[in-house]
C-alpha cells in the first residue's frame, strides 16, 4: 500500500540522506591525511530499489537503512553498494578529497532532497484532505 502513496518517493529520501551524509563526511575530512573519499552512486542505488521493490513482494521491497533508529530500520541492501572517489590530482598526503566537487555535488544533493520533501508533503497534505473528506 505504501508504494501506491508514495511510490518511490520514500527510497529517494533515503538515498539522498545517505548521500548527504557521505559527502558531508568527505568534506570534513577535506584535511585528514590519508582519507580516501567514498561516493555512491545515486542513480544505481534507485535501480537498485526499483528492482528490489518489483521482486520483492513479501517484504513490499523496501529499502533497508543503516541504522535501527531510522524508520523501517536494518542492515544495508546488499545491491547498494558504495566506493572510493578517484580524484583528478590527489593530494600529496594521500588524501583523495576533491572540496569543490564535494560541495557542487553536496548542494545538487540538498536541492534533490528539499524536491523530494516537499512533494512528500504535498502528497501526504493530499492524503489527509482526502481524508478529512475536504
Keep these: 500500500m505504501n508504494d501506491r502513496l508514495l511510490g518511490i518517493h ?5 538515498l539522498q540522506e545517505r548521500s548527504l551524509k ?3 563526511e568527505n568534506i570534513a575530512n ?3 591525511p590519508g582519507y580516501k573519499a ?3 552512486s545515486f542513480d544505481r542505488a534507485m535501480e537498485t530499489a526499483l528492482q528490489s521493490k518489483s521482486s520483492s513482494a513479501g517484504s513490499a521491497g523496501r529499502l533497508k ?3 535501527p533508529r531510522q524508520i523501517g530500520g536494518g542492515g544495508v541492501s546488499s545491491g547498494i553498494r558504495e566506493g572510493f572517489s578517484v580524484p583528478d590530482a590527489p593530494a600529496l598526503d594521500g588524501n583523495t578529497v576533491d572540496l569543490d566537487k564535494e ?3 553536496f548542494t545538487q544533493d540538498a536541492v534533490g532532497y528539499q524536491t523530494t520533501l516537499s512533494f512528500l508533503n504535498s502528497r501526504v497534505s493530499g492524503i489527509k484532505k482526502a481524508l478529512s473528506g475536504q
Design 65 to 67: 537503512t543503516e541504522d
Design 22 to 24: 557521505m559527502r558531508a
Design 103 to 105: 560541495r557542487v555535488g
Design 30 to 32: 577535506a584535511d585528514t
Design 38 to 40: 567514498r561516493a555512491m
Design 10 to 14: 520514500d527510497d529517494a529520501l533515503i
